[in-house]
Nanobody, 121 residues
Framework: QVQVVESGGGLVQAGGSLRLSCQAS????????MGWYRQAPGKERELVAF???????NYADSVKGRSTISRDNAKNTVYLQMDSLKPEDTAVYYC???????????????WGQGTQVTVSA
């Protein structure tokens, strides 16, 4: 069994910063690409950024230059540092991880429960 748990959301003023964390735990054989998605009210879930096991990164245009994704493989943790936050960054942020479990034949995707980020004007 695998758990993916996010933390670090909250309320911040425009121009401020937040650092989100996401840790995967459980019967993990290999932890592959990890990423962050977000979903604002009335909108579809969208990719924010992802990072491969080798450290390659990709960002949505909307956050490029303002956000940095990183990971600590020893801790099975991915981080999202968000700076210069804007009201339009307000959303529930979800962590996603591609994991192969011990004894598992496939790589499956796991989601966290989400953490709310609210940016006030």
């Amino acid at each position: 069994q695998v758990q993916v748990v996010e933390s670090g959301g909250g309320l911040v003023q425009a121009g401020g910063s937040l650092r989100l964390s996401c840790q995967a735990s459980g019967s993990i054989f290999s932890l592959n690409t990890m990423g962050w998605y977000r979903q604002a009210p009335g909108k579809e879930r969208e990719l924010v950024a992802f990072i491969t096991s080798g450290g390659l990164t990709n960002y949505a245009d909307s956050v490029k230059g303002r956000s940095t994704i990183s990971r600590d493989n020893a801790k099975n943790t991915v981080y999202l540092q968000m700076d210069s936050l804007k009201p339009e960054d307000t959303a529930v942020y979800y962590c996603n991880a591609y994991i192969r479990t011990h004894g598992g034949a496939n790589i499956d995707t796991y989601w966290g429960q989400g953490t709310q980020v609210t940016v006030s004007a």
